[in-house]
Structure formats: C-alpha cells, structure tokens
C-alpha cells in the first residue's frame, strides 16, 4: 500500500501597488511602494533581526532607512552633498515588508533632489530586498 505525502508550500506574494490618498476634492497623493506580504511569523522575526543588525531604526516603530548606493543617484541627486546620504524608507510588520520608492534625504524635509525611484534606483532596491531573503533563506 503507497504512503500519501502532504505538502504544504507558503506562497508570498510581491506586489508593486500605486496607493492613492485624497485629502479633499482638489488636491491628491500618491504613493508608490515596493510591497510583500502575507509573511509567515518566522519569516518577520529573521527580516527584523537584520534590518536591526544592518540598518539605521527610525524613531517609529518597523521604519528602517536603507541607504541608496551612490552610482544609481541621478544627476541632481549626485550634484546635491549636502542632502547626501539617500535613503529609502522600508517598514515591517508582522505580515508584510514595504517600502516607499521615494527617494529621500535625512538633511532636509523638502527639495528638488528628492523624487520617486528611477527605473534604476527601483532595480537596484528590489534586488537589493532579493539578497536580504537569499541570506536569510527566505522563499518568495
């Protein structure tokens, strides 16, 4: 008599969403987020204990800031040192990792140099989220 065997596979999905938020009438935000979610408890635990060992922690909750390699600044990213150094900013939580493709500066609130992710700089933090689940053994 054969032996059934039962497999059980976690899927995480990967999403890129455009988020939209409106205040009123007349005015709107978008939003732009690289998003994965449905992660499993033990998959939070190890992505949190790296985010703490490799990244700065925001005075908020989960938000990390994920410094943004100098080559794939653009022209008026690269020409602006005293808004350097460049970061996205990721959240966890305990069923999903997120982050804004919005490319931001510690230095300052608001300026020409900070702008959504170019084709380039959205690549390079998709791969660079890729690395972090092949170290920590994590499928997607």
């Known amino acids: 008599m054969g032996k059934t065997i ?8 990967v999403s890129t969403y455009i988020l939209r938020w409106s205040a009123n009438c007349d005015t709107s935000v978008f939003m732009k987020q690289y ?3 449905e992660l499993r408890f033990e998959d939070f635990k190890k992505i949190k204990t790296y985010l703490d060992d490799k990244f700065t922690a925001s005075i908020l909750d989960g938000i990390y800031w994920i410094p943004i390699e100098k080559r794939v600044l653009t022209d008026v990213q690269s020409g602006h040192l005293e808004c350097r150094p460049f970061f996205f900013a990721m959240r966890i939580e305990q069923n999903s990792l997120s982050c804004e493709l919005l490319v931001r500066t510690r230095n ?3 300026c020409e140099c900070m702008d959504y992710a170019n084709e380039d700089q959205r690549n390079w933090f998709i791969r660079r989220v890729d690395s972090m689940f092949d170290t920590l053994n994590i499928k997607t």
């Open 6 to 13: 039962v497999l059980f596979v976690q899927v995480i999905k």
């Open 35 to 37: 998003v994965i979610d």
């Open 108 to 110: 300052r609130i608001s």
